[in-house]
Every structure is written in C-alpha cells, then in structure tokens.
C-alpha cells in the first residue's frame, strides 16, 4: 500500500475506535466559548477561544478573534496552542495570554499577539431580560443537543442580548467598538463542513433573534423541518430563540428554511410564531474550519469527505410576527459538503 493509503487506513480505525467513546473523548470532538457581535459601523465580529481533538493533540487549544467590516478587508488572527487551561470553577478558558472568562452577567475577552503587535479587549455585558416561563431565572438559551445520525452539536446561549464595549490595535491600526452581541457555548462531534450548519442572529439594542441548526442543507431551495416543543424526537436539528428587553425570552426548536442568492427566509413557527427575511451582502467571509489542523491532517480530512467552506455573510433582517415589523443587522453562517 503507498504511504498515503496507509494514512488514510490509520485515521480510519482511529476514527471508528473512537466511535464507541463518549462524544467528548471522540477524535472529532470540539468546544468553544464564543462573542458574536455587530458594531454600531455594520462591522461582524467573531471571538472565540476553544479545544478539541481534531489535531495530532488531544485537548488542543484555540483563539479566533476576526473582523468583517463593511467595504474594507477583514482581520482574521487564528492562534492554536498544546492545551487550554481551564479554571477550576468552570468559568474561564486561558490559552497563553488569551482568554474569556464568564463573570456575573458578563463576558471578557482579551488578547495578546506579539508578533503581530496585536491586542484587543471586549467586553459582552447582559441585558436584563425580564422573568418569564422560559428564563426564570436569567439564565439565558439552555444548552441543547442537536442531532444528525450518531453525530451531535450541543448549543447554549449564556447572554442571548447584550452590549459590546471595547478595542482592538495592531501596530498603526486600531478602533474602538461598541455594539451589540450574544455569548454562545458550542460543542459537539460533527466534522467541520460534513455535517450541514446554518446559524442565524439579528441583533438590536433592546431584542435579538437567534437559530442554530444542524444537518439542514444551507444551500436546496426549501427544507422544512417542525417539531414542536412538545413532541418526543431523538433526532432534534434546531434550536430557535427570541430575546427581548420587555417582553423576555422565547425558546423553540421549529424552523423552515428557504434560501437562494442574495436572500434568506427563516419561518420559527409553530413554537414562537416570528419570520425573518434577510437579505444579504454581496461579499462574504470564507473561513477554514480545519485551520488548527497540519497539511498532511488537512489532507487526511479532506481525503475522508470533510470540506474547508465555513462561510460569514452580513445583512439587513426584517423580523415580523412580534408586534410591529423590526429591521436590524444579521448575521448568516453557513457551513456544509463542498459542492453545495
């Protein structure tokens, strides 16, 4: 056998042995604390630091901090490390000098690069959202098990309305940055751009309007999938959530998708009776799910039918349903097979 069929036969048994562990112990396991955030300039901005298995070191660290401004071209820094540290009481992630940590009704995220003369600071500070049903004791979106096959993607949203404060420089750039975010909580087994994800967040100052799905095409013309709250189904695929300042929280896991070029159509009924269209930019941001990974691990990967396409587009969303029509910015992320 040639030397790259050997590999491909040893990731292969590796990843079949690692099938009968609990998700957390599988090869392709991977968790994230993350800010996701709007600028008042229309500026994307994605935090996040994490582990995972995915690289030759079990427990891998990584930081992602990116920019996606409107008309200009986007920062991205990717940093990965041999491990995270993680604090004892379970609310901090450090890698070397970057971390996020969960304090009271707020998240912190700092970081460090020397090489390339690189700091930036944020700060994700809780709105009040007033008790109900769903959020009786502000607790934020509860975490959730998405399932596609045996593969799973658990979504929590710790602060799912929020203001951003901070800053970032770089040597003779910079900027301040307010705005308006949500903090997630991410893990799961699925391999990057194998499994279909599509998520989706409108944000404004007094309300937000979130989705995260899993193994629904981002890219066929209409996919439906309704399960109401209610129903037994092993085999849950989203989860839905709309946050406001007056009249608190909504949680659901029924969705209707409809997608074509330059516009996207979410219908959250039956379990919270909103629909939102957004229309999207025409510039977009392509990200590389296995950017921790090695060349001859990116081979591998691809070799086994993962994908490289993770991709940002921003927009206007026009969200009715909730009282009187709303328009906010959007954020669209989309990642699934090459091909799609």
């Not at 008309?71 to 070397?96: F, I, K, Q, Y």
Request: glycine share 8%; aromatic share 8%; hydrophobic share 40%.
């Amino acid at each position: 056998m040639t030397p790259a069929r050997n590999m491909i036969c040893l990731v292969t048994i590796l990843l079949l042995a690692s099938c009968t562990r609990s998700p957390s112990h599988r090869l392709t396991w991977r968790e994230y604390w993350e800010i996701l955030a709007i600028t008042d300039s229309g500026t994307v901005l994605e935090a996040r630091v994490g582990a995972g298995n995915t690289g030759l070191l079990r427990g891998q660290g990584e930081v992602w901090f990116t920019l996606f401004p409107p008309m200009e071209s986007p920062l991205m820094l990717h940093r990965s490390t041999a491990g995270v540290w993680r604090s004892r009481t379970g609310d901090e992630l450090r890698l070397a000098y970057d971390r996020i940590e969960m304090q009271q009704e707020q998240w912190v995220f700092s970081l460090r690069e020397d090489e390339a003369h690189m700091d930036a600071t944020l700060v994700l500070a809780a709105t009040p959202l007033p008790v109900n049903a769903t959020n009786d004791q502000h607790r934020g979106v509860p975490p959730t098990v998405l399932r596609e096959g045996q593969r799973q993607w658990t979504v929590g949203v710790p602060i799912p309305l929020a203001s951003l404060s901070g800053a970032w420089s770089s040597q003779a750039e910079g900027d301040v940055l307010r705005g308006t975010g949500v903090a997630l909580r991410r893990a799961g087994d699925t391999w990057p751009g194998k499994v279909p994800r599509v998520s989706l967040y409108v944000m404004d100052a007094t309300w937000s309007v979130g989705m995260e799905s899993l193994g629904m095409s981002p890219s066929i013309v209409e996919r439906i999938h309704q399960r109401p709250l209610g129903t037994e189904n092993p085999e849950t695929r989203a989860l839905t959530w709309f946050a406001s300042s007056k009249d608190g929280l909504q949680v659901g896991r029924s969705i209707s998708i409809r997608r074509d070029l330059d516009r996207a159509f979410f219908d959250f009924s039956p379990d919270i009776p909103i629909t939102v269209t957004m229309e999207t930019d025409q510039d977009f941001l392509s990200m590389d799910p296995w950017e921790n990974l090695l060349f001859f691990e990116k081979w591998t990967a691809r070799a086994l039918g993962a994908s490289r396409r993770r991709t940002m587009r921003r927009g206007m969303a026009l969200v009715e349903g909730a009282g009187e029509p709303r328009r906010a910015r959007a954020i669209l992320l989309e990642s699934g097979p090459s091909g799609d």
